[in-house]
């Protein structure tokens, strides 16, 4: 049973930074961020692999870092020059399939935390 607990979210002026965690128990797969806007599909932000290869979202190369403490089976989301558009709830999510999880979208069999918020003013 794989179960992932996110903690970081919070307000932030545009410009500010944040990280985001997640805590995962049981065996992970491979590991990414999803985010889902008001009244908007969840999309997918970031993902890595266990050899540390990532894949990111367009709009956040550049400013979101993801990387993964093994030993601790820890995620995290480093967010730096916050945009408006960023405001969402952040989900951590986990799946079998490195196919599936590096293309970013919302497919069957994620497993997925219960969401952190991240609201960003301008």
């Known amino acids: 049973q794989v179960q992932l607990v996110e903690s970081g979210g919070g307000s932030v002026q545009a410009g500010g930074s944040l990280r985001l965690s997640c805590t995962a128990s049981?065996?992970?797969?491979?590991m990414g961020w999803f985010r889902q806007a008001p009244e908007k599909e969840r999309e997918g932000v970031a993902a890595i692999d266990g050899a540390g290869y990532t894949n990111y979202e367009e709009s956040v190369k550049g400013r979101f870092t993801i990387s993964r403490d093994k030993a601790e089976n820890i995620l995290y989301l480093q967010m730096n020059s916050l945009k408006p558009q960023d405001t969402g709830v952040y989900y951590c999510?986990?799946?079998?399939?490195?196919?599936?999880?590096?293309?970013?979208?919302?497919?069957?069999?994620?497993?997925w935390g219960q969401g952190t918020q991240v609201t960003v003013s301008s």
């Open positions: 999510a986990a799946h079998p399939d490195n196919t599936i999880l590096f293309s970013l979208k919302v497919l069957n069999g994620y497993y």
């Open positions: 049981g065996y992970t797969y491979y």
